[in-house]
């Protein structure tokens, strides 16, 4: 017996930034260098990204200043420990808000949920929000809970192993995944390249999976991992002193893009199919040139992808959320009964994760698809070469990141 996705729920904050006008506000800032105000304009510009969303209220110029941004627009670069303050304060209602949604969508009772997974890499508390999902949801004190942490943008596939182990040794049980990341926290001026590009993708969000032994959605079928040696100084994400710290290069895109049919092989074999006999990829859209270079790769057709570009116009890079975002947009699209999907991530490491999905009977949810992405109220408190560079920055800006 295989397990199923049964619904994805999704949230985001209330708060919306156009990228034009946070382009603005970083390409104002006083203190970047030469560089800087060249780099800035070209990663926001071919970012792909149309507008996202974020808990921190002062990055909307038309709103109060506060910790992140003063009464003149300038930028404050508030410690690791201040920013993860706000996530403590910040990240359970959108934990909540998303499982809710999720377990409304799968029409089951909170009383049935026998195990929470649940997922961030832009906080740390305990106890922690996996609690305020039970509290809030009602669901029995005596569930099984497990968090994943600090795993990138690739965490919701270990999150969905883990559920779809326990659907499938347990037919009875009623797992909730819950991924939930607020990576504008990590957001400050700088004439840093991967900071730049960092600032131009990123956005806020929750997006939660209840998975089952049975019924219709997404069958979970297989998963597959590679890791590619070569990229592990390519990509990483560190704790500094002034919030989390992307390391990333500009050649990842171009190992996403060498490696991804490899990745994806044993799951295509073990179907016997080809990629292109895939109508729907989900594909983690950490930037334009991932999402390029895996349709170049797979020789994918352009409604392939639709979803993830649906998802890094509207949302941007939600780190481990996003993925399940892309699978939710699948749903509300809506894929034949049968049909299959296959799901790819890209995390430090340079990790590839991948799974194939099966489409059982009726994928239209049973809320209307312009409901989704509620925004949810969260609270705040206040407080070298040009030339050459620019071509660089604009590969950055749509390069994977995690």
Do not use: K
């Amino acid at each position: 017996m295989s397990a199923t996705i049964r619904a994805i729920g999704t949230t985001v904050p209330e708060t919306t930034l156009e990228q034009a006008a946070v382009r603005d506000l970083f390409a104002s800032q006083p203190d970047l260098g030469r560089l800087g105000r060249r780099l800035v304009p070209a990663a926001f510009d071919a970012s792909a990204v149309a507008h996202r969303h974020t808990v921190l209220e002062e990055l909307d110029v038309a709103r109060a200043s506060g910790a992140f941004r003063d009464e003149q627009g300038v930028l404050r670069s508030p410690s690791t420990g201040a920013r993860n303050d706000r996530y403590r304060e910040l990240a359970p209602a959108l934990f909540v808000a998303a499982a809710r949604d999720a377990v409304d969508r799968a029409g089951v009772s909170p009383e049935a949920i026998t195990h929470v997974v649940t997922v961030s890499c832009t906080g740390f508390t305990q106890p922690g929000p996996d609690l305020d999902v039970v509290t809030e949801l009602g669901i029995p004190r005596t569930v099984f809970r497990q968090h994943i942490g600090f795993m990138g943008c690739c965490a919701a596939f270990p999150a969905l192993r883990t559920a779809a182990a326990f659907a499938e040794s347990v037919p009875s049980a009623v797992v909730l995944v819950v991924c939930a990341e607020l990576c504008t926290l990590h957001v400050r001026a700088s004439d840093d390249p991967d900071q730049i590009v960092a600032n131009s993708v990123f956005g806020d969000g929750a997006a939660a999976a209840v998975v089952t032994a049975d019924g219709a959605g997404l069958r979970l079928d297989d998963f597959a991992t590679t890791v590619v040696p070569e990229g592990a100084s390519e990509m990483a994400w560190n704790i500094g002193d002034e919030g989390f710290e992307m390391v990333l290069s500009t050649a990842v895109p171009r190992l996403v893009g060498a490696t991804v049919t490899e990745a994806v092989a044993p799951l295509l074999s073990a179907a016997g199919v080809s990629a292109v006999d895939v109508p729907t990829w989900a594909v983690h859209p950490g930037g334009r040139a991932i999402l390029d270079r895996t349709q170049a790769a797979l020789a994918l057709p352009d409604a392939a992808l639709s979803a993830s570009r649906a998802v890094l116009r509207d949302h941007g890079n939600v780190s481990s959320a996003t993925v399940l975002f892309v699978l939710r947009q699948v749903l509300d699209d809506g894929v034949d009964d049968g049909a299959p999907v296959v799901a790819l991530a890209f995390g430090p490491g340079l990790t590839v994760e991948a799974a194939r999905l099966t489409a059982v009977g009726s994928t239209r949810p049973s809320i209307a698809a312009d409901e989704q992405d509620e925004p949810v109220e969260t609270a705040t408190t206040a407080e070298g070469d040009g030339a050459v560079r620019r071509d660089l920055a604009v590969e950055a800006a749509t390069t994977g990141v995690s």
